[in-house]
């Protein structure tokens, strides 16, 4: 096996990169009425820089219908005028030499009436809640609430669903991004579907890891068709509790899954390891999960996406996965604070301090101000 350097160009799928470090996908609640801003065109192009930013930038989730939402102010991907806002991102990423995809998201039981079209519950594989908050935007201002109860999606409903994403992929390409990853982690709709703690259907879709993940691979197959493979990525978090995510076998429903993934020819394949930003070593099941046979039964079923590591690295544990075989590694935190990060990581410069609360809302403060190193 050859070793990679965070800092060489590489190609993955359609797209030949600047280095190897992805800014992973950061909700950031700053697109008011669900449309993108030039704030956040601003703030991604200064993070797309050829020699000192993200290789990839990937977007923060960003919802494929009105139904799809369950957070405040996060900007879609269902309507004309998301299309031309997001094109300011897009232009000014490009305008860098970077590129840019976009995370398609549907938030499923993760949402609350208050975001909900007319009102009604949020949907999910079963009418089973969440026990997690979500980040809610009142006169008295933005904090975290319970989420509402959801209802189950009849199964006729659900190709409607596979459309909607079908749909978001081709707005994706209109809207200039160079292609797009499904949010299948973090205990969102497709978690949803993919865990047994949140799937006790009895159609199709539910029962059997085959079930589970039949809406996962319907989705893949159904934006592959629309915009290529070797523009799609995927997220999956196999044993992150997030959500309130859960199931007691997942190395066998996450191998399966990516069995199945092997012949649609994806970019890469993103896996955020253990607590998604927390514990690495994180825990669920019986058995501490593998992600190195994850990522052989990938292979063995003849994946070739580059694969892509995430959650709490450091250049030096970065370099580590580079040399047992990963091809990319996705920084959050570090993105948020740190513009020029790749720079930073390459020279060995210290990093600016997180200012936590101004992660979700706000304005230009502890968004676009993080400064570069000198
Ligand atoms: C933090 C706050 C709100 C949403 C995820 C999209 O966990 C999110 C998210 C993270 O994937």
Same mark, same amino acid.
């Given at each position: 096996?050859?070793?990679?350097?965070?800092?060489?160009?590489?190609?993955?799928?359609?797209?030949?990169?600047?280095?190897?470090?992805?800014?992973?996908?950061?909700?950031?609640?700053?697109?008011?009425?669900?449309?993108?801003?030039?704030?956040?065109?601003?703030?991604?192009?200064?993070?797309?820089?050829?020699?000192?930013?993200?290789?990839?930038?990937?977007?923060?989730?960003?919802?494929?219908?009105?139904?799809?939402?369950?957070?405040?102010?996060?900007?879609?991907?269902?309507?004309?005028?998301?299309?031309?806002?997001?094109?300011?991102?897009?232009?000014?990423?490009?305008?860098?030499?970077?590129?840019?995809?976009?995370?398609?998201?549907?938030?499923?039981?993760?949402?609350?009436?208050?975001?909900?079209?007319?009102?009604?519950?949020?949907?999910?594989?079963?009418?089973?809640?969440?026990?997690?908050?979500?980040?809610?935007?009142?006169?008295?201002?933005?904090?975290?609430?319970?989420?509402?109860?959801?209802?189950?999606?009849?199964?006729?409903?659900?190709?409607?669903?596979?459309?909607?994403?079908?749909?978001?992929?081709?707005?994706?390409?209109?809207?200039?991004? %160079?292609?797009?990853?499904?949010?299948?982690?973090?205990?969102?709709?497709?978690?949803?579907?993919?865990?047994?703690?949140?799937?006790?259907?009895? %159609?199709?879709?539910?029962?059997?890891?085959?079930?589970?993940?039949?809406?996962?691979?319907?989705?893949?197959?159904?934006?592959?068709?629309?915009?290529?493979?070797?523009?799609?990525?995927?997220?999956?978090?196999?044993?992150?509790?997030?959500?309130?995510?859960?199931?007691?076998?997942?190395?066998?429903?996450?191998?399966?899954?990516?069995?199945?993934?092997?012949?649609?020819?994806?970019?890469?394949?993103?896996?955020?390891?253990?607590?998604?930003?927390?514990?690495?070593?994180?825990?669920?099941?019986?058995?501490?999960?593998?992600?190195?046979?994850?990522?052989?039964?990938?292979?063995?079923?003849?994946?070739?996406?580059?694969?892509?590591?995430?959650?709490?690295?450091?250049?030096?544990?970065?370099?580590?996965?580079?040399?047992?075989?990963? %091809?990319?590694?996705?920084?959050?935190?570090?993105?948020?604070?740190?513009?020029?990060?790749?720079?930073?990581?390459?020279?060995?410069?210290?990093?600016?301090?997180?200012?936590?609360?101004?992660?979700?809302?706000?304005?230009?403060?502890?968004?676009?101000?993080?400064?570069?190193?000198?």
């Amino acid at each position: 096996m050859t070793s990679h350097s965070l800092f060489e160009p590489t190609t993955v799928g359609a797209w030949r990169l600047n280095n190897r470090a992805v800014m992973a996908p950061l909700t950031r609640n700053r697109a008011p009425g669900q449309l993108p801003t030039a704030q956040m065109a601003e703030y991604y192009a200064q993070r797309a820089h050829p020699q000192h930013g993200a290789g990839l930038i990937i977007t923060e989730a960003t919802p494929i219908s009105p139904q799809a939402h369950g957070y405040a102010d996060t900007p879609g991907i269902h309507t004309d005028a998301q299309v031309a806002a997001w094109r300011q991102t897009t232009d000014a990423v490009h305008a860098q030499g970077g590129h840019i995809v976009v995370q398609l998201w549907h938030v499923g039981r993760i949402s609350h009436v208050d975001l909900q079209p007319g009102g009604q519950p949020p949907v999910a594989p079963s009418a089973i809640a969440a026990n997690a908050k979500t980040y809610l935007i009142k006169p008295e201002g933005g904090g975290f609430f319970d989420v509402s109860p959801p209802r189950a999606l009849e199964t006729h409903e659900l190709p409607g669903i596979v459309d909607d994403y079908r749909q978001a992929a081709r707005r994706a390409r209109e809207a200039g991004f %160079d292609g797009i990853e499904i949010h299948a982690a973090n205990g969102y709709l497709l978690d949803q579907f993919l865990r047994s703690g949140s799937n006790q259907r009895t %159609d199709a879709y539910g029962g059997s890891i085959e079930n589970r993940a039949r809406l996962l691979l319907e989705v893949m197959q159904a934006v592959c068709a629309e915009i290529g493979g070797d523009r799609v990525g995927i997220r999956i978090s196999p044993v992150t509790p997030s959500n309130d995510a859960s199931d007691s076998h997942p190395q066998p429903l996450f191998e399966h899954v990516l069995r199945q993934l092997a012949p649609l020819g994806l970019a890469y394949v993103h896996v955020v390891e253990g607590q998604t930003g927390g514990a690495r070593d994180h825990q669920q099941g019986e058995a501490p999960f593998d992600y190195a046979a994850l990522r052989a039964a990938y292979r063995a079923a003849g994946g070739q996406g580059a694969w892509m590591v995430n959650n709490g690295y450091s250049a030096e544990l970065a370099q580590q996965a580079l040399d047992s075989g990963a %091809d990319l590694v996705a920084f959050g935190r570090g993105f948020i604070a740190n513009p020029d990060l790749t720079r930073r990581l390459r020279e060995a410069l210290p990093l600016n301090e997180l200012q936590r609360a101004t992660l979700y809302g706000g304005g230009t403060q502890g968004y676009t101000d993080y400064p570069l190193a000198a």
